[in-house]
């Protein structure tokens, strides 16, 4: 394949934080309470690099941008429909199933850390709202574990759909959109060769 024919569609930035979430999210997930400090820290990566995308969703390179992965409801279900029929019009950037994906994982994932870190100061009286619990206000500790614990389940649900939807579009448009997360190249549409 020349170099003529490929197009940089996933910059440095996105790739690196696609990489790094996923490392810190599977630490977090692994480490869970048998090693708290791992734990934590795995947490507050995860929530500054959600800080740092959705800066990058405005201010990013424009397939980083939310602005051109934004569809409506109806393109998301015709894409779907599509999908499970095979015949899914091939996106550069990310498809709307993918678009909701990213939404989704997002929401989760900052649901997830946000309880984890209000779950720590609660329990255990450390992390950075620390401050705003007392041992008598344990009683927020349970029930912040229970969303703390469903959201990372969610999660990681999400992120079984996810590879599932990059394997079925892979094979679809017969290309590796993994690889294309690691080289951040993907092959331009014959329209769109010079």
């Known amino acids: ?13 996105i790739r690196f934080f696609h990489w790094a979430l996923v490392s810190a999210f599977t630490i977090a997930y692994i480490t869970e309470d048998n090693y708290l400090t791992i734990h934590s820290w795995a947490g507050y990566l995860i929530i500054l690099l959600l800080c740092i995308r959705f800066v990058w969703g405005f201010t990013g390179t424009p397939y980083a941008r939310f602005s051109n992965f934004s569809y409506s409801p109806r393109e998301i279900i015709q894409f779907i429909k599509d999908t499970l029929g095979l015949k899914a019009k091939r996106y550069l950037g990310h498809n709307p199933a993918g678009a909701v994906m990213i939404f989704l994982l997002m929401f989760s994932l900052f649901i997830t850390t946000l309880s984890g870190i209000l779950l720590l100061g609660a329990e255990e009286q450390a992390g950075p709202v620390a401050a705003w619990f007392t041992q008598a206000e344990s009683i927020w500790a349970d029930p912040l574990e229970q969303v703390h614990e469903f959201f990372a389940n969610f999660t990681l649900a999400l992120i079984f759909i996810h590879l599932a939807g990059v394997l079925i579009e892979s094979f679809i448009h017969k290309e590796n959109l993994a690889s294309a997360m690691i080289t951040g190249l993907k092959t331009k549409e014959p329209e769109e060769q010079s």
């Open 1 to 13: 394949m020349t170099e003529s024919a490929q197009i940089r569609v996933w910059d440095p930035l």
